[in-house]
C-alpha cells in the first residue's frame, strides 16, 4: 500500500491535468465517473460539475478512489451510463474497478456548494499492474470524446457536435475495434438524448 503525495508518481498522477474513472459510492450504489485531476507539483484539485452524481457524492462523503486505466471504452462507458454491479470490485473495502492498474483514495476538502473546484489530497493507493503500452491516438482520442460528449450534452453547443464528428472520423482510422466501439457508443447514446445527427 502507497501513502500520500508521495505516492502520486508510483500511481501515475503527473503534472497537469490526470484523466481517471472516479468512483464513489452512497447508500451502497456506486457511481463511476471519468474525472481530471490537476497537479501542480504537489498541489491536487478537482473540478467537480454541480448536478453529477460524483458531485453530490463527494459533497456527501468526501472522498473518491481515482481508478488509472487505459481502458478508453470505460471512459466512454461511464461518462453518459453507470456501468453494471459486475464492473467493480473492494479493496480496503473501497469501491475499485476491477480492471484498474491502480488505485487512490483521495480525500476531498469540504467546499462550499456553489465552488465546483476543489483541494484534494491522496490517502492512500495501489498499484495492481504496470500495463505498458504504445500510445494509441484512437485511444486517447476517445477519451476526449468523452469529455466532449458530457460538455456537449449539458451545454448544447454546435461546436462540441463538430469536434466530436471530427473524432469519430479520426478513431475509426487509428483505433482498434474496441475504440471503435466506444465511440460508436457514446455517438448512439448522444443520439439517443438530442436525436441530432
Given amino acids: 500500500m502507497l501513502y500520500g503525495n508521495e505516492a502520486l508518481d508510483e500511481l501515475g498522477i503527473q503534472d ?5 474513472i472516479a468512483t464513489t459510492e452512497r447508500a451502497g450504489r456506486i457511481n463511476a465517473a471519468p ?12 473540478r467537480l460539475f454541480l448536478g453529477t452524481h460524483t458531485y453530490e457524492n463527494v459533497l456527501t462523503k468526501g472522498w473518491f478512489v481515482a481508478n488509472i486505466t487505459h481502458d478508453a471504452w470505460l471512459f466512454a462507458e461511464t461518462a ?6 459486475e464492473y467493480f470490485t473492494r479493496r480496503e473495502d473501497l469501491p475499485v474497478l476491477k480492471d484498474a492498474e491502480a488505485w487512490g483514495l483521495f480525500k476531498c476538502e469540504t467546499f462550499a456548494t456553489d465552488i465546483i473546484i476543489a483541494k484534494v ?4 493507493g495501489e498499484v495492481l499492474r504496470k500495463d505498458f503500452r504504445a500510445c494509441n491516438r484512437g485511444a486517447n482520442l476517445v477519451i476526449e470524446a468523452a469529455v466532449a460528449a458530457t460538455r456537449y450534452l449539458a451545454l448544447r453547443t454546435d461546436s462540441y457536435f463538430m469536434e466530436l464528428m471530427k473524432m ?6 487509428c483505433g482498434g475495434p474496441r475504440e471503435r466501439e466506444a465511440m460508436d457508443r457514446l455517438m448512439d447514446r ?8
Avoid: A, C, M
Fill in 168 to 173: 469519430q472520423r479520426i478513431i475509426n482510422r
Fill in 80 to 85: 453518459l451510463e453507470d456501468l453494471p454491479p
Fill in 16 to 20: 497537469g491535468i490526470n484523466e481517471v
Fill in 190 to 197: 448522444i443520439d439517443s438524448f438530442t436525436h441530432k445527427r
Fill in 35 to 46: 474525472l481530471g485531476i490537476i497537479r501542480d507539483e504537489d498541489s491536487l484539485y478537482v
Fill in 121 to 124: 489530497e491522496l490517502v492512500k
